[in-house]
C-alpha cells in the first residue's frame, strides 16, 4: 500500500480525497519555491517548464496514467489553434465539438451515483480553460475596434508555444479546481507585470486560514449530517420544520467543501503572486482577481440570487464572456440565457441532478424577483412608515429571511448533490416536495393578482441563472 493511501486511511478519509487536499495544499510550498528560486530568472522558459513540471506531477500524483486525458485535449488544441487559426470560425468550433465532446464521452464512462473525484474533474476545468483559449486566440486575428473591452483584455495577437500552453493548462494551484482565468493573466504573471507589489503573501495566508476553519465546520457539520442520513426513514419520520432545517445546514456543510478547496487555491495563487487585480478604494494592492467565492456576501445574503452571484464567480464570469455574450447576435436574451443555463447544466454531466438544480435555481431567483416587485412597489409605497419604525416588524423580517435562506438552499442542493432522480426525488419527498408547492402557491396569487387587480411594473429582463449573466449585462 502506498504512503498516500497509509494516511487517507490513518485520516479515515478516500485516498482521492487526501490527494486532492495534499495537491491543494501543495501549492504553498511551489508558491514559496518559485518566489526563492525562479522569479528573478531572466530566461522565461525555466518559469514555463518550472510549472508544467510542478502541475503534471500533481496531476500524475492524482490520476495517474489517467494524465494522458488532460495532455491530449492541450494537444490538440494547440494543432487546432496553429493548424487552422487561418479559418477562425473552424477552429473554435471544431475546438469547442471536441473538448465537451470528450468531457461528455468521460461522463459517460466513469459515472456513479457519487460525486467522484476522478480524472473528469480536472478535465471540466481544463474543458473552459481550453475553449476560451481558443476564443482568445481568434479575437486576436481582429480588429481591436471590433472587441469588448473585455475581449481586448483577453486577445492573443501571437499563440504560445506548446511548453507555454501546458504551464498554463497545469499551473499548479489552478489546474484542479480552478479558478477560471484567461492566459494574458499567466502571460503578464511571468513577465513581472505584477511583482512590484506588496501584501500578496499576507493575502493568501488568510485566505489558507479561512480555507482551513471553513473545511473544519464542513467536517463537523457532515459528521452529524451525512448525505445518506437523507434517505432514511428516520429522516423522513423528523417533524417537517426540523426536517427543513436539517436540509438547509447539511446544504451550507456541503457548500463549505467546495468552498474550502476553492479558498486553498486562491490562498496559493495569491502567495506567488498571481492574483493582481489593482488597487482598492484605499490605494493598496487587491489580490482578489481571482477569487471564486464572496465570502461576506455568501454569509450575510438572504436570498437565493445572493447565493448565485457569491459562489463558483470565476466559472460564471467564463460563461458570461464566452457563452452568453457571444450569443448577442441572437438579439434574444431569453435565448442567450436558455443557452447559458443550457450549457453550465451539460457541463456538469448526465445526472438529471444537474439539470433539476439548475431549473431549480432559474425559478427560484424568478420568484424572488417577483416578489420584491410586489413589496417595494406595493407594500412599501403603502405600508413603508409603519413597517420601518417597528422593531418587532424588523427582527420579524430578518428571521424569516434567513431562515428562508437556510431551507430554500437545502432545497436547491439536493438534485446537485444526490444526482440520480431514484435518490433527489426520494429526499424531495421526505420533506414534503415543500419547495414546488410554495412556489406554485406564490404564483397562483401573483398572476391571480394581476390578472383581476393590475399589473405591478415588469421586470424586464429575465432572472438569471447564474451571477455571470447577470453581470453580463453591466
Given at each position: 500500500m502506498e504512503l498516500s493511501e497509509r494516511l487517507a486511511?490513518?485520516?479515515?478519509?478516500?485516498?482521492?480525497?487526501?490527494?486532492?487536499?495534499?495537491?491543494?495544499?501543495?501549492?504553498?510550498?511551489?508558491?514559496?519555491?518559485?518566489?526563492?528560486?525562479?522569479?528573478?530568472?531572466?530566461?522565461?522558459?525555466?518559469?514555463?517548464?518550472?510549472?508544467?513540471?510542478?502541475?503534471?506531477?500533481?496531476?500524475?500524483?492524482?490520476?495517474?496514467?489517467?494524465?494522458?486525458?488532460?495532455?491530449?485535449?492541450?494537444?490538440?488544441?494547440?494543432?487546432?489553434?496553429?493548424?487552422?487559426?487561418?479559418?477562425?470560425?473552424?477552429?473554435?468550433?471544431?475546438?469547442?465539438?471536441?473538448?465537451?465532446?470528450?468531457?461528455?464521452?468521460?461522463?459517460?464512462?466513469?459515472?456513479?451515483?457519487?460525486?467522484?473525484?476522478?480524472?473528469?474533474?480536472?478535465?471540466?476545468?481544463?474543458?473552459?480553460?481550453?475553449?476560451?483559449?481558443?476564443?482568445?486566440?481568434?479575437?486576436?486575428?481582429?480588429?481591436?475596434?471590433?472587441?469588448?473591452?473585455?475581449?481586448?483584455e483577453t486577445a492573443l495577437k501571437h499563440p504560445p508555444s506548446?511548453?507555454?500552453?501546458?504551464?498554463?493548462?497545469?499551473?499548479?494551484?489552478?489546474?484542479?479546481?480552478?479558478?477560471?482565468?484567461?492566459?494574458?493573466?499567466?502571460?503578464?504573471?511571468?513577465?513581472?507585470?505584477?511583482?512590484?507589489?506588496?501584501?500578496?503573501?499576507?493575502a493568501g495566508l488568510k485566505r489558507l486560514g479561512m480555507g482551513v476553519l471553513y473545511l473544519i465546520v464542513c467536517q463537523l457539520g457532515l459528521a452529524y449530517l451525512p448525505d445518506n442520513y437523507f434517505l432514511t426513514p428516520e429522516f423522513a419520520e423528523q417533524h417537517f420544520i426540523k426536517r427543513i432545517f436539517f436540509l438547509g445546514f447539511w446544504a451550507k456543510f456541503t457548500l463549505y467543501k467546495y468552498i474550502s478547496c476553492w479558498l486553498f487555491a486562491e490562498g496559493a495563487l495569491m502567495c506567488i503572486g498571481f492574483t493582481y487585480k489593482g488597487r482598492d478604494a484605499q490605494g493598496n494592492p487587491d489580490w482578489s482577481g481571482c477569487t471564486n467565492v464572496k465570502l461576506m456576501l455568501l454569509e450575510t445574503g438572504n436570498t437565493m440570487e445572493h447565493y448565485v452571484q457569491s459562489f463558483n464567480v470565476n466559472t460564471n464570469q467564463w460563461v458570461a464572456q464566452y457563452i452568453f455574450k457571444r450569443l448577442k447576435f441572437l438579439n434574444n436574451r431569453n435565448i442567450s440565457y436558455a443557452a447559458a443555463l443550457g450549457f453550465l447544466a451539460v457541463w456538469h454531466g448526465y445526472h438529471s441532478g444537474?439539470?433539476?438544480?439548475?431549473?431549480?435555481?432559474?425559478?427560484?431567483?424568478?420568484?424572488?424577483?417577483?416578489?420584491?416587485?410586489?413589496?417595494?412597489?406595493?407594500?412599501?409605497?403603502?405600508?413603508?412608515?409603519?413597517?420601518?419604525?417597528?422593531?418587532?416588524?424588523?427582527?420579524?423580517?430578518?428571521?424569516?429571511?434567513?431562515?428562508?435562506?437556510?431551507?430554500?438552499?437545502?432545497?436547491?442542493?439536493?438534485?446537485?448533490v444526490f444526482l440520480k432522480y431514484e435518490r433527489w426525488i426520494t429526499v424531495f419527498s421526505a420533506v414534503n416536495y415543500f419547495g414546488f408547492i410554495y412556489m406554485f402557491i406564490w404564483a397562483c396569487l401573483f398572476h391571480g393578482y394581476r390578472h383581476f387587480v393590475g399589473k405591478p411594473p415588469q421586470n424586464r429582463e429575465p432572472a438569471a441563472t447564474a451571477s455571470t449573466v447577470k453581470q453580463a449585462t453591466d
Open positions: 486511511g490513518m485520516a479515515g478519509v478516500p485516498v482521492e480525497a487526501f490527494r486532492l487536499l495534499v495537491t491543494l495544499i501543495a501549492g504553498y510550498p511551489i508558491a514559496a519555491i518559485y518566489r526563492k528560486l525562479i522569479v528573478d530568472l531572466e530566461n522565461k522558459a525555466l518559469h514555463h517548464l518550472f510549472f508544467a513540471f510542478c502541475g503534471l506531477s500533481l496531476c500524475y500524483f492524482n490520476y495517474g496514467k489517467d494524465t494522458y486525458h488532460s495532455l491530449l485535449a492541450i494537444s490538440v488544441t494547440f494543432v487546432l489553434v496553429h493548424l487552422l487559426r487561418g479559418a477562425p470560425h473552424l477552429m473554435l468550433g471544431v475546438n469547442f465539438v471536441f473538448h465537451m465532446g470528450y468531457l461528455l464521452l468521460g461522463y459517460y464512462f466513469t459515472a456513479s451515483n457519487e460525486y467522484d473525484i476522478l480524472w473528469t474533474m480536472p478535465h471540466c476545468i481544463l474543458t473552459l480553460r481550453m475553449i476560451g483559449f481558443g476564443f482568445d486566440v481568434a479575437d486576436g486575428l481582429k480588429p481591436v475596434s471590433k472587441l469588448s473591452k473585455e475581449q481586448s506548446f511548453l507555454q500552453l501546458l504551464a498554463y493548462a497545469y499551473f499548479p494551484s489552478g489546474f484542479l479546481v480552478g479558478p477560471q482565468f484567461p492566459y494574458r493573466r499567466y502571460q503578464n504573471f511571468t513577465n513581472g507585470d505584477f511583482r512590484q507589489y506588496e501584501g500578496c503573501v499576507d444537474y439539470y433539476m438544480a439548475f431549473l431549480m435555481e432559474y425559478m427560484i431567483v424568478s420568484t424572488e424577483k417577483q416578489i420584491d416587485r410586489v413589496y417595494t412597489k406595493e407594500v412599501l409605497p403603502r405600508y413603508g412608515e409603519i413597517l420601518n419604525n417597528s422593531m418587532i416588524y424588523k427582527v420579524l423580517y430578518f428571521v424569516s429571511l434567513k431562515s428562508y435562506n437556510i431551507v430554500y438552499m437545502g432545497w436547491c442542493l439536493t438534485s446537485f
